[in-house]
C-alpha cells in the first residue's frame, strides 16, 4: 500500500511539473470521524431506539425459559411423565422460536446498521471531498497512511463540515 501511494505521488509530481513544496497534501483519519461525527451518534441513537423492545422481549424470553428449565429440574421427581414431557416439549418449543427470534434480530439489526453505516460513510467522503476542493488539497489521504504529523491533519475541519451538514 505504501508503495502505491509513493508511486501516485511520484506520477503526480513529474506529470504536473509541480515540486513538493507546491503540493498540498492533507490527511483524514476517517475512523475517528466515524466515531465522532454527529451521525455517528445519531446512527447509534436511532439504532438503539428502534431494536431495544426486541432485545427487552427477547431478554425477559431467555429468563422465562431459564425458569421453566430450573421449574423442571426442580419438580420433576414430584411431577407425573405426561407433565415432564409437556413441560420438556414446550421449552424445546420455545427454545427454537427464541432462536429463530434471535436470529431475525441479529439479521435485521446487522441490515440496519449497515445501511446507516453506508450513508454516514457516504456524508464522510462527501465532506472529505467538499474540503479538497473548497481549501485547493491536490491529495487527500485517508486509510492506509502510517504516519501523518499533525500539520496535514484536516480530519477536525472535515469533522466540522460534518457537524455543520449535521445541524441543517
Known sequence: MGKKIGVALL????SAGVSAADLKIGFVNVAKLLEKAPQAEKAKKDLEREFAPRDKKLVAEQKELKQMEEKLNKDAAVMS???KQRLDK????RKREAKRL?????DDFNL???E???????EIFEAI???????SYDLLLTDGVVYASEAIDVTGKVEKK????FKR
Open 11 to 14: 506520477v503526480l509530481l513529474t
Open 112 to 114: 440496519s446498521r449497515n
Open 116 to 122: 446507516k453505516l453506508s450513508q454516514l460513510q457516504k
Open 90 to 93: 414446550e421449552i424445546i418449543s
Open 162 to 165: 460534518l457537524e455543520q451538514s
Open 102 to 106: 434471535q436470529d431475525e434480530f441479529r
Open 129 to 135: 471531498q467538499s474540503l479538497a476542493k473548497e481549501d
Open 81 to 83: 411423565d405426561s407433565e
